[in-house]
C-alpha cells in the first residue's frame, strides 16, 4: 500500500512564501511523475505543477514564475516552493504521484494540506 504524506500548508499573509513537501512511502516503485494540485472551496481540483523523472517540468500558467516545483525520485519527495501569494490561491494543496506498473498508469493521492492565504 502506497501512502504519500503532506507537510507545510499553513497561514500566511498575502504576497508570503511557503513551502511544501510530500513523501511517498509502502510498495512504490517506477515513479514516472509527481506534481501538486490544488483545490478551492466550490471548486475543481486543478493542477499547479509537475515534475517527471527526468527533470522535466509543468506549471499551471497562473502560477509560473511564483511557484517551483523540485523533486528527489530516489527518496519518493517532492517539494513545492510558492512565493508571492495571492488570496485566491488559499485552498487545499495535494500531492499527486504516477507510477508506471504493468497494467497501466496507477495514480496516488495524499489526503492534502491547507494552504490559507489572508491577513
Known amino acids: 500500500q502506497v501512502q504519500l504524506v503532506e507537510s507545510g500548508g499553513g497561514l500566511v499573509q498575502p504576497g508570503g512564501s511557503l513551502r511544501l513537501s510530500c513523501t511517498a512511502s509502502?510498495?512504490?516503485?517506477?515513479?514516472?511523475?509527481m506534481g501538486w494540485y490544488r483545490q478551492a472551496p466550490g471548486k475543481g481540483r486543478e493542477l499547479v505543477a509537475t515534475?517527471?523523472?527526468?527533470?522535466?517540468?509543468n506549471y499551471a500558467d497562473s502560477v509560473k514564475g511564483r511557484f517551483t516545483i523540485s523533486g528527489d525520485y530516489a527518496k519518493h519527495t517532492v517539494y513545492l516552493q510558492m512565493n508571492s501569494l495571492k488570496p485566491d490561491e488559499s485552498a487545499v494543496y495535494y500531492c499527486?504521484?504516477?507510477?508506471?506498473?504493468?497494467?497501466?498508469?496507477?495514480?496516488?493521492w495524499g489526503k492534502g494540506t491547507l494552504v490559507t492565504v489572508s491577513r
Open positions: 509502502g510498495s512504490i516503485s517506477n515513479i514516472n511523475a
Open positions: 515534475i517527471y523523472n527526468g527533470g522535466a517540468t
Open positions: 499527486n504521484v504516477v507510477e508506471l506498473s504493468p497494467s497501466g498508469r496507477l495514480y496516488h
